[in-house]
């Protein structure tokens, strides 16, 4: 009799368990059937969000691609600009018809997204919300501003020729002198201009004359740090000259 009470029990658990398994597997159907309907969903909403951005763009913002056609172009450079310093150079060439066509920063920052690859743009927000950087792209203007800085720099470099750090080679073959500009060569691998004028104790301008002279640097505006350079107060005083 207890082989028997045995066999049952095992009989009745083994019922059991097939049951369970049974009920997993159409768990796992429904689930994926769940994931594949989530995913239509998913591809249906970008093509109606893709259709809604191109016609928006198409129709009621075309003064946008004029503005940055004019204003806009593209560099291979590792150049960083922040997409609400594009807004406000929008805004300041475009004052009159702001209101009139209802265009706001959200509108800018979309019509952004249509005219850049995704990949070059870096969002601050995990959410995707703000302002955001976007690489391979700089104002025209900032050309302008580097070469006039460049000739602040010569007329600088005219006054300061009494700076002991700058001891001239006969054949004028370095900035300051061969063991300084190595070092500084070196160390511009690793550090930015700020770093570096900050270590050696000289102007971040000298830093880039010095990367210019041996063709480290083609254009001025190439050097790392050239963003934080920018917001300083000596950068924006020597433009305003």
Request: aromatic residues 8%; charged residues 35%.
């Amino acid at each position: 009799m207890e082989l028997t009470d045995v066999k049952e029990k095992n009989f009745k658990l083994m019922s059991k368990v097939k049951n369970i398994r049974k009920i997993i597997r159409e768990i796992n159907t429904s689930l994926n059937g769940t994931k594949n309907l989530i995913q239509t969903m998913d591809d249906e909403l970008r093509g109606i969000l893709e259709v809604e951005t191109s016609d928006l763009v198409n129709s009621k913002y075309y003064i946008f691609d004029e503005w940055w056609g004019k204003n806009v172009e593209l560099t291979n450079d590792e150049i960083v600009i922040k997409s609400t310093d594009l807004w406000t150079a929008f805004k300041q060439d475009n004052k009159t018809i702001l209101k009139d066509l209802e265009l706001t920063t959200e509108n800018f920052k979309e019509y952004i997204k249509s005219k850049i690859p995704l990949n070059n743009l870096i969002l601050r927000s995990n959410k995707g919300k703000g302002a955001y950087d976007i690489k391979g792209i700089q104002l025209k203007q900032l050309l302008e501003e580097g070469e006039n800085l460049e000739k602040i720099d010569i007329e600088l470099s005219s006054c300061e020729v009494t700076n002991k750090k700058k001891i001239k080679n006969a054949k004028e073959d370095f900035y300051f002198d061969e063991k300084i500009d190595k070092q500084i060569i070196k160390d511009y691998e690793s550090k930015d201009i700020m770093i570096l004028s900050l270590e050696y104790k000289v102007k971040p301008w000298e830093i880039i004359s010095l990367l210019m002279k041996h063709n480290i640097l083609t254009k001025r505006e190439q050097a790392k740090g050239y963003n934080k350079y920018k917001e300083t107060d000596e950068y924006k005083n020597k433009l305003k000259k």
